[in-house]
């Protein structure tokens, strides 16, 4: 599950015993690693293949997931981040943001999220799996 580099993670749902794998995402992608809260998509099979490089005051994560929506909530918020994230997705995203209304992203093109806010990101219904090409927090 990890690498040999320290300041690299990797992981695959795959490796993940499946009655497992719901709360694995929740717990280490959503709320550890993203600092969200993350629901998958009940039509969907759940699928998370990552790496992520810590650098410092820095993280950059690379690899696809399965369709589900993300929520920074007034819980997480707590944590004092305010950080901002630049995510770019191959299927392009929607971002609600309660008082600011709803934004749309094309496909490949970043949005540049603040986490010291709350939003979500609902899951955009289609065929196939939604990819991102790259997340870079700081």
Known sequence: MFS???NVVSFSLDDVPVQHREAFIRDVCGRTQRRMEVSPHRDHTLKFDGTTVLLPDMMCTKGSVSLMAWERTAELMDDGNDDIMLSWNRGGSHVSMPGLGDFA???AVPALLALDRRFSVPPKIRPGRWRYNSSVRW
């Open 105 to 107: 992203a094309r496909p």
């Open 4 to 6: 040999s580099a320290d």
